[in-house]
T-cell receptor, first 113, second 114 residues
Framework: AQSVTQLDSHVSVSEGTPVLLRCNYS??????LFWYVQHPNKGLQLLLK??????LVKGINGFEAEFKKSETSFHLTKPSAHMSDAAEYFC???????????FGSGTRLQVQP | DTEVTQTPKHLVMGMTNKKSLKCEQH?????MYWYKQKAKKPPELMFV???????INESVPSRFSPECPNSSLLNLHLHALQPEDSALYLC?????????????FGEGSRLTVL
């Protein structure tokens, strides 16, 4: 079985300050991990993916995430938040064996001017 | 072209109506998906098509009927829906089912059932 826990349902930061969105996972197999972003009234967009290559993964719009197997974590970070980053973020895990996708419950990022 | 196009963007229907949601992609992807998303919740998988054949039905009620006429098109036929079926319906595609985590989503069709 696999599961994803997004530790914060809501994160608020000021523009220009760092962003940290936390994700922990459990998986019976070697996992692939993804972060998706969803802006209001829009579909989801893939930000970045980890598929057992480099543990530090860079994505679009300045986001990156680090896969830490010992901590079963895949936290999303960005050095400096922009107003346009305000959105819902989903951490997703898939077992390469089963190819079943499990979404986390989501973290709403609010960026204050 | 890296887009998944969904129509209509908004749909209001009564419980006795029959309507359809449409999805189109021209990326040559061979897996296509329907997800349902309620407000402030993650998407929930409904159906998966792989090479135009239904490969996953997540125990979805028969009032939802998917169809994949060809490799670029995916439809969701709606009949006798309930108010609790009101949601954002998202279509997605991936290169194939092995790439199921790398999904390209449309903007969704927001359905309201009266």
């Amino acid at each position: 079985a696999q599961s994803v826990t997004q530790l914060d349902s809501h994160v608020s930061v000021s523009e220009g300050t760092p962003v940290l969105l936390r994700c922990n996972y459990s998986s019976s197999y070697s996992p692939s991990l993804f972060w998706y972003v969803q802006h209001p009234n829009k579909g989801l967009q893939l930000l970045l993916k980890y598929t057992s290559a480099a543990t530090l993964v860079k994505g679009i719009n300045g986001f990156e995430a680090e896969f830490k197997k010992s901590e079963t974590s895949f936290h999303l970070t960005k050095p400096s938040a922009h107003m346009s980053d305000a959105a819902e973020y989903f951490c997703v895990v898939t077992d390469t064996g089963r190819r079943a996708l499990t979404f986390g419950s989501g973290t709403r990022l609010q960026v204050q001017p | 072209d890296t887009e998944v196009t969904q129509t209509p963007k908004h749909l209001v229907m009564g419980m006795t109506n029959k309507k359809s949601l449409k999805c189109e992609q021209h990326m040559g992807h061979r897996a296509m998906y329907w997800y349902k998303q309620k407000a402030k919740k993650p998407p929930e998988l409904m159906f998966v098509y792989s090479y135009e054949k239904l490969s996953i039905n997540e125990s979805v009620p028969s009032r939802f009927s998917p169809e994949c006429p060809n490799s670029s098109l995916l439809n969701l036929h709606l009949h006798a829906l309930q108010p609790e079926d009101s949601a954002l319906y998202l279509c997605a595609s991936s290169q194939d089912r092995l790439a199921a985590g790398e999904l390209f989503f449309g903007e969704g069709s927001r359905l309201t059932v009266l």
